[in-house]
């Protein structure tokens, strides 16, 4: 991108967009307002002399992020925790900061454990329901383990989503 003389050119609309980035020459007191995003029809009240200006960069793509909720791994985590009657329990949380969240409780002899990763922002005490509803989980685990053991030998069951997984991040 490169800036425009506004004497060369003025934007259209139809080309540049609603809106352009404008430079004008100001005085020293006003130095700070020198670069602007104006509407694309306002800036033909400007000195076509002291302007210059240039098309703003597309927005980026926000859909791009993958959405825990959408997943398959998702539908069998949830199932799981229908199916134990957990959605309703209140996450308490043991560890909680930095987006990074763990959380566990006992049921018929099996110790649950999660971990979560997120860049929403959540309350310490949130119901599970709730919990799964956050937009930006970027991890989640679930695994189950023997209530007295809680080794990783004696687990019971695991499943875990990374949107990092096929990334080369991992």
């Not at 425009?4 to 934007?11: N, S, V, Y």
């Not at 002899?109 to 997120?118: E, K, P």
Request: glycine share 2%; proline share 2%.
């Amino acid at each position: 991108m490169k800036w425009i003389k506004l004497k060369d050119r003025k934007p259209s609309i139809d080309v540049d967009g609603e809106k352009v980035l404008v430079y004008r020459i100001m005085n020293e007191s006003q130095s700070s307002m020198s670069i602007s995003i104006l509407d694309t029809i306002m800036i033909k009240y400007s000195n076509e002399d002291e302007t210059w200006w240039m098309a703003l960069p597309d927005k980026p793509i926000l859909n791009q992020f993958i959405m825990f909720n959408k997943t398959h791994e998702f539908s069998k985590i949830k199932k799981e925790l229908e199916t134990i009657k957990a959605l309703d329990k209140y996450a308490l949380f043991e560890c909680y900061g930095d987006s990074i969240a763990t959380f566990g409780y006992c049921e018929n002899g099996t110790y649950h454990q999660f971990c979560v990763i997120c860049d929403d922002d959540f309350s310490r005490e949130i119901q599970i329901s709730d919990l799964l509803e956050l937009k930006r989980i970027t991890f989640f685990s679930h695994t189950v383990f023997i209530e007295q053991q809680r080794k990783v030998d004696e687990q019971i069951a695991s499943v875990s989503w990374s949107m990092y997984e096929n990334s080369g991040l991992n």
